[in-house]
């Protein structure tokens, strides 16, 4: 099937739901693209909030800098004070359309505080805020004529010119998704694609990601020749609730900003031992704090503590978290929590600038999936919504510009050729596959890095590597499969990265270049040997 619009977004959390509603505004027609249900997002699993400054008592230099200094050098600084200064206006119309934050008995927003920030400035409604959000704009979008949300439907890869060997400079002319229920690839012709598929945390065997982050978007730009950058720079969360399994539930920050204390199997505390803001230093140094801890007393956790506020005060305030840890016997008042890090948010990814534009024409990237350059090498905690919904608004009225002023048709796509082949060794291999690959990334490429380990990642990944791409040429294509290759792609740009940054920084520290250089770089990447006729074609 052939399906035309002028626009597709691809992905339904906070960036392509709010850039769909925005561009859809100006009457164009719009297809957002989901690979499960609507609602399932990383979006949908933020605790802590949005950070704005919206307080008499804050001000925009002051996030500035917070930020700034949590992105350990790297951060774009045009772009950080874009961001946060944009902020407080995409915050009033997300309360335009319904959502409440949490307040206190004043009326005033109640704002909560998480590690980096100096000042109170996370806006939150309880600890669900990502649901919160994520259910107005699903509203909204209910209410748009002009958006048509198709879910269970997984894109696999763009269309570009140069891909078909169109005429004339490259651009992206739509793209092949498969429908997961009748198994059917269909042809999405339009001449902007958005990329809002979110980052790519189950690259690792520990993460607080919802199994939908596999990184698509960023390996599908890569495929498609687009520049990306900073891959190494994985976020790693400080606290995540251990448990024996290897699912990872979020004790979110504000925990910590409410007083929470992290302590050693002893009861001792030891974050004062690591940094001036203790317990709410930067997150790359607590996760890091942490993995120390965890190493020299060979403790499978840490403990965090918040059992000096009642059980009534933490119920109104953490009910998710309360309640979840309950279910597991443990009583957030009385007991102290066992915690580990986790993998939780990509800082990298495909380049765009402050229109959300990347390097490829027509095809623009909003949310995790981007790398604009407002997280630098460690973002700020809560900066990620934020950034999410300015540049989503941003991006909107550049496609809107773009398609008024600049959009060729895009003509015809060839449709797409399926491999036919369907074996019953398939899902057993693809399953091993995607273990061995989160087990590697974890093992050689997480909290603390060497060359030596990253030369075993890349070894390991060339091999998964070259399995999965003889599957994905002869064998009927499954969204397991999509997903496993483009784990192992993000996977390889992740390792590719790391291994050109010859220093420590932020989120990427290595034994064997433990400083940091004098000149902060980006690390980037782009695909050179992309075929003018994919085999698919
Ligand atoms: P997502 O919300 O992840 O949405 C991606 C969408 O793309 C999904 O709909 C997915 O199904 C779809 N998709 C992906 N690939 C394909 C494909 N191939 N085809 C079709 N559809 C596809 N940040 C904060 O600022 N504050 C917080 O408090 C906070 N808490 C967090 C708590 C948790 C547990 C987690 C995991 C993250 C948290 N973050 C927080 C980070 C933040 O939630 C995310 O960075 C943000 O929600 C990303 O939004 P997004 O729209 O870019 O992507
Ligand atoms: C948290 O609530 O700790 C997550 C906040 C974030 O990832 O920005």
């Known amino acids: 099937m052939k399906l035309k619009f002028d626009a597709i977004v691809v992905g339904s959390g906070i960036a392509g739901l709010s850039l769909a509603l925005k561009i859809a505004a100006a009457g164009r027609s719009v297809v957002i693209l989901t690979k499960k249900n609507?609602?399932?997002?990383?979006?949908?699993?933020?605790?802590?909030?949005?950070?704005?400054?919206?307080?008499?008592?804050?001000?925009?230099?002051?996030?500035?800098?917070?930020?700034?200094?949590?992105?350990?050098?790297?951060?774009?600084?045009?772009?950080?004070?874009?961001?946060?200064?944009?902020?407080?206006?995409?915050?009033?119309e997300l309360i335009d359309l319904g959502l409440q934050f949490s307040q206190n008995a004043t009326g005033a927003y109640d704002l909560g505080r998480e590690g980096g920030h100096t000042h109170r400035r996370i806006l939150h409604v309880k600890d669900m805020t990502g649901k919160a959000i994520e259910e107005a704009l699903l509203r909204a979008i209910a209410r748009s004529p002009h958006v048509e949300l198709r879910e269970h439907v997984f894109a696999i890869d763009?269309?570009?010119?140069?891909?078909?060997?169109?005429?004339?400079?490259?651009?992206?002319?739509g793209l092949y998704a498969l429908d997961a229920v009748s198994g059917q690839v269909d042809t999405y012709i339009a001449p902007v694609v958005a990329l809002a598929t979110g980052g790519a945390g189950q690259v690792y065997a520990y993460t607080t990601n919802p199994d939908i982050a596999t990184g698509d978007g960023i390996a599908m730009a890569y495929r498609a020749g687009v520049e990306v950058e900073n891959m190494e720079f994985i976020q790693f969360h400080p606290t995540t609730l251990y448990s024996h399994d290897a699912k990872r539930f979020l004790i979110s920050e504000a925990v910590r900003g409410e007083g929470a204390i992290l302590r050693d199997l002893q009861g001792r505390a030891f974050m004062k031992d690591y940094h001036e803001l203790a317990d709410l230093a930067p997150r790359d140094t607590v996760a890091r704090a942490i993995d120390a801890e965890m190493k020299k007393s060979g403790a499978p956790h840490v403990w965090l503590d918040v059992t000096h506020k009642s059980r009534e005060e933490l119920?109104?305030?953490?009910?998710?978290?309360?309640?979840?840890?309950?279910?597991?016997?443990?009583?957030?008042?009385?007991?102290?929590?066992p915690v580990v890090p986790a993998a939780h948010y990509t800082c990298g990814g495909g380049v765009t600038d402050l229109d959300a534009a990347t390097t490829l024409p027509g095809l623009y990237a909003c949310g995790e999936v981007a790398s604009t350059g407002l997280h630098g090498a460690n973002r700020l905690a809560s900066n990620s919504l934020l950034e999410a919904v300015v540049m989503a608004h941003r991006g909107a009225l550049a496609i809107r510009r773009y398609l008024d002023e600049k959009a060729q048709p895009p003509g015809d796509i060839p449709d797409w050729v399926s491999g036919d082949v369907h074996d019953s060794d398939e899902q057993v291999v693809i399953a091993h596959n995607w273990d061995e690959l989160r087990r590697t990334m974890w093992d050689y490429v997480g909290i603390v890095r060497t060359t030596k380990r990253l030369e075993r990642a890349r070894t390991r990944i060339a091999n998964l590597a070259r399995e999965i791409h003889d599957y994905y040429w002869n064998f009927r294509v499954e969204p397991r499969l999509l997903e496993l290759r483009n784990l192992i792609q993000v996977a390889e740009l992740i390792v590719d990265c790391a291994m050109q940054r010859t220093e420590s920084r932020g989120l990427h520290y290595t034994l064997d270049y433990p400083e940091k250089l004098d000149v902060a770089r980006n690390t980037r990447l782009r695909r050179r040997n992309i075929p003018a006729r994919e085999p698919t074609l």
């Open 315 to 337: 119920q109104e305030r953490f009910p998710v978290i309360f309640q979840r840890c309950l279910e597991l016997g443990i009583d957030i008042s009385r007991d102290m929590i």
């Open 158 to 173: 763009l269309v570009t010119a140069r891909k078909v060997g169109a005429a004339g400079p490259d651009r992206v002319l």
């Open 38 to 92: 609507r609602a399932d997002s990383n979006t949908n699993y933020a605790q802590g909030g949005i950070a704005c400054v919206t307080s008499s008592a804050d001000d925009f230099d002051s996030h500035v800098a917070d930020t700034l200094r949590a992105g350990d050098g790297l951060c774009r600084e045009d772009v950080v004070r874009t961001i946060v200064s944009e902020g407080p206006e995409r915050i009033r």
